[in-house]
């Protein structure tokens, strides 16, 4: 039967509560009800030919509570004058809210408004656009308004997220929030408070004024180093320094801070980075040279190394989509990035190796050169086969070292 039914016309008001009208409307003050609902009823033909089923349909749609049902006559050559369904409406919120059991809900929403009203007004549009979601946070609601309380009185403090002293609220409830809490500030706090540039949560710090911890940048000394290796990393004094024979000797593993790297100015031949951390701690010897342990999509910290724009870099990724996208990305910051091992001689050299990439990305790359656009569009395209990939560590280290520019 294709007649509108009592569950048709709660499912009607779930689809207006589902998409946060009922909520918005609250905040609004521009009230859904009355409403009238969409009705499905019996045809001139079907009313002759079903009456016993019309007549069912009538009485059960009548019976139930929530919605008043308005009447249109109906006659019939047997049964005479009869009065059939004509409209259905809702005439109130609080009936709708009986209809779909939201009145807990829808309460909690109004006190949760109420709360905004008082403490922060211009948090009204945001209801508005997002309830649900709020609903989602009414428990942690006051704490978050808090939260936007404290930095609007204390606009970009230059100070870790651990050392914000908030009643009932700790660094990790914060970054837990750190989503829901950005789309409050930028609506609360004047436009010199907030970072525009610094987008996403990973970068929330930045964005509001807190200190973030430093980024950290590892490498690797290849091969034999200028003697003035030690003295250009300003480490000959520090106490977790290596001496600097064990730096020209040992080729050590070196981890510094990006503002320490930044100011390095090593005068070395090439840099090489590379995705994987075994590849990095056994590439090949390589005079006046260093290896970079990469960090996938992030070259956000090596973009003011000044004397890294100016040297020779070879990106070592994967043979696979996501390769050629990070090398693109990395060309972005640093124009001169040559691809290193990613080419189809190499590919086609290990194809005993190739695995499966489980997410290509499919999107254009406007950085390669013509060889590697060619390589990276028969992988986009599965021309060689379905969602290839050759993982940098499964190639041979003999064909490594072969690769290696001269020294």
Same mark, same amino acid.
């Given at each position: 039967?294709?007649? *509108?039914? /009592?569950?048709?016309?709660?499912?009607?008001?779930?689809? $207006?509560?589902?998409?946060?009208?009922?909520?918005?409307?609250?905040?609004?003050?521009?009230? #859904?009800?009355?409403?009238?609902?969409?009705?499905?009823?019996?045809?001139?033909?079907?009313?002759?030919?079903?009456?016993?089923?019309?007549?069912?349909?009538?009485?059960?749609?009548? +019976?139930?509570?929530?919605?008043?049902?308005?009447?249109?006559?109906?006659?019939?050559?047997?049964?005479? *004058?009869?009065?059939?369904?004509?409209?259905?409406?809702?005439?109130?919120?609080?009936? +709708?809210?009986?209809?779909?059991?939201?009145?807990?809900?829808? *309460?909690?929403?109004? &006190?949760?408004?109420?709360?905004?009203?008082?403490?922060? !007004?211009?948090? #009204?549009?945001?209801?508005?656009?997002?309830?649900?979601? +709020?609903?989602?946070?009414?428990?942690?609601?006051?704490?978050?308004?808090?939260?936007?309380?404290?930095?609007?009185?204390? /606009?970009? /403090?230059?100070?870790? $997220?651990?050392?914000?002293?908030? =009643?009932?609220?700790?660094?990790?409830?914060?970054?837990?929030?750190?989503?829901?809490?950005?789309?409050? =500030?930028?609506?609360?706090? /004047?436009?010199?408070?907030?970072?525009?540039?610094?987008?996403?949560?990973?970068?929330?710090?930045?964005?509001?004024?807190?200190?973030?911890?430093?980024?950290?940048?590892?490498?690797?000394?290849?091969? &034999?180093? !200028?003697?003035?290796?030690?003295?250009?990393?300003?480490?000959?004094?520090?106490?977790?320094?290596?001496?600097?024979?064990?730096?020209?000797?040992?080729?050590?593993?070196?981890?510094?801070?990006?503002?320490?790297?930044?100011?390095?100015?090593?005068?070395?031949?090439?840099?090489?980075?590379?995705?994987?951390?075994?590849?990095? $701690?056994?590439?090949?010897?390589?005079?006046?040279?260093?290896?970079?342990?990469? =960090?996938?999509?992030?070259?956000?910290?090596?973009?003011?190394?000044?004397?890294?724009?100016?040297? !020779?870099?070879?990106?070592?990724?994967?043979?696979?989509?996501?390769?050629?996208?990070?090398?693109?990305? #990395?060309?972005?910051?640093?124009?001169?990035?040559?691809?290193?091992?990613?080419?189809? +001689?190499?590919?086609?050299?290990?194809?005993?190796?190739?695995?499966?990439?489980?997410?290509? *990305?499919?999107?254009? #790359?406007?950085?390669?050169?013509?060889?590697?656009?060619?390589?990276?569009?028969?992988?986009?395209?599965?021309? $060689?086969?379905?969602?290839?990939?050759?993982?940098?560590?499964?190639?041979?280290?003999?064909?490594?070292?072969? &690769?290696?520019?001269?020294?």
């Amino acid at each position: 039967m294709s007649w *509108t039914q /009592p569950a048709d016309l709660r499912a009607q008001l779930l689809k $207006l509560w589902s998409r946060g009208d009922v909520l918005a409307s609250l905040v609004s003050g521009e009230s #859904l009800f009355p409403l009238r609902l969409t009705l499905k009823s019996p045809t001139s033909a079907e009313m002759s030919e079903r009456f016993d089923e019309v007549r069912q349909w009538i009485s059960t749609l009548r +019976a139930a509570d929530g919605y008043r049902v308005t009447l249109r006559e109906f006659r019939h050559r047997v049964f005479g *004058t009869n009065s059939v369904p004509h409209e259905v409406w809702v005439d109130s919120l609080d009936a +709708a809210l009986m209809l779909i059991g939201k009145r807990r809900d829808a *309460t909690r929403f109004a &006190a949760l408004l109420d709360t905004t009203h008082q403490r922060q !007004p211009p948090l #009204l549009d945001w209801l508005v656009k997002r309830p649900l979601r +709020a609903l989602e946070l009414a428990e942690e609601w006051t704490r978050l308004l808090d939260i936007v309380d404290w930095l609007k009185a204390n /606009p970009r /403090p230059g100070i870790y $997220l651990r050392q914000v002293d908030i =009643a009932g609220v700790h660094s990790k409830f914060i970054e837990a929030h750190r989503g829901v809490l950005a789309e409050l =500030a930028d609506r609360v706090l /004047p436009p010199e408070a907030v970072d525009a540039s610094a987008t996403g949560v990973g970068q929330f710090a930045q964005r509001y004024g807190f200190r973030d911890k430093p980024l950290r940048i590892r490498f690797r000394l290849l091969g &034999a180093q !200028p003697a003035h290796w030690a003295e250009s990393l300003g480490l000959e004094n520090a106490q977790q320094a290596p001496s600097s024979s064990a730096m020209l000797g040992l080729n050590p593993d070196i981890t510094l801070d990006a503002a320490s790297f930044a100011r390095l100015a090593p005068g070395v031949s090439r840099v090489f980075i590379t995705e994987n951390e075994v590849n990095f $701690l056994a590439f090949p010897p390589v005079d006046n040279s260093l290896v970079i342990f990469g =960090a996938g999509y992030g070259f956000d910290m090596l973009a003011d190394m000044d004397w890294l724009a100016r040297c !020779p870099i070879y990106y070592w990724g994967d043979i696979d989509t996501h390769g050629f996208a990070i090398l693109d990305q #990395l060309r972005a910051r640093f124009a001169q990035v040559e691809s290193f091992l990613m080419d189809r +001689a190499t590919l086609l050299a290990f194809e005993s190796q190739w695995g499966e990439e489980s997410a290509p *990305t499919l999107r254009d #790359l406007p950085r390669l050169t013509p060889p590697e656009q060619v390589l990276y569009d028969d992988l986009r395209d599965n021309r $060689l086969r379905k969602n290839l990939r050759l993982e940098q560590e499964r190639i041979g280290f003999e064909w490594v070292k072969a &690769a290696l520019p001269n020294t």
